[in-house]
């Protein structure tokens, strides 16, 4: 009866235990890279969240027009998620246009985990592959007047939102909706370019086609 007693209480002890893990995992701290695959959906050009036409900037002055914080950027700390959202901190390395005084930057992401018959599954919009820490980028941002956070963030665009900054090519793949993809698949990737549906097929090929102008403008136009 005494060994009953005492398995019963370390089950229990084990129990409370796995109910923090799991919590702490789901709704707090999980680190940089939680989830072993990511979801990432396509821009729905016909409407956007807010009710209005989503249209696809032209070229790299438009973008910068758009935008009151540009920055070169170093992804400084992990990830804090919270319910369809995460932060991370961003170490300011050299500002194009904005505030020259600003050594970091709160980063608003629009991420969402979920865990999906045992595996953690991230969620992103728009094309938009989730910036990795103590990797270097040109973020297009702005300011989001959110007090919790000071110096806040988030991007300008809803499609261009940033690159590497490794002066090389532009790198986008393309997939399908719906389409789960390993992180290992997105590392080194400047966005991921998912078709809704074949009305939409001339915004997917813009989008394919501005991105990598941009990228090319900026890197020619600007030194870093």
Known sequence: MKKIKVYAIVALLLF???IVVYAKVNFTHIGQIPATIIQISPPNYAMNPSGTQLSVLNNL???????????LIKVSSDKTYYPGASQCTLTVL???KGNQDLETINMIENLDIQREAGEMTMYSTEGYVPLLKDEEYIVFLNKTG????ENS????????TKFL????ATK???NEINNPLPFMEIEGVDY???LWDEEQLSEFKKVDEVYRMIKTEFNETYEY
């Open 192 to 194: 991921v370019n998912v």
């Open 165 to 168: 900054a490794n002066h090389q």
């Open 94 to 96: 050299k500002t194009f």
């Open 153 to 160: 963030f988030m991007y300008a665009d809803k499609i261009f």
């Open 172 to 174: 986008i793949i393309e």
């Open 16 to 18: 409370n235990f796995a």
């Open 61 to 71: 002055n438009e973008l910068m027009d758009k935008a009151t914080q540009v920055s």
């Open 146 to 149: 959110n007090d919790y956070f």
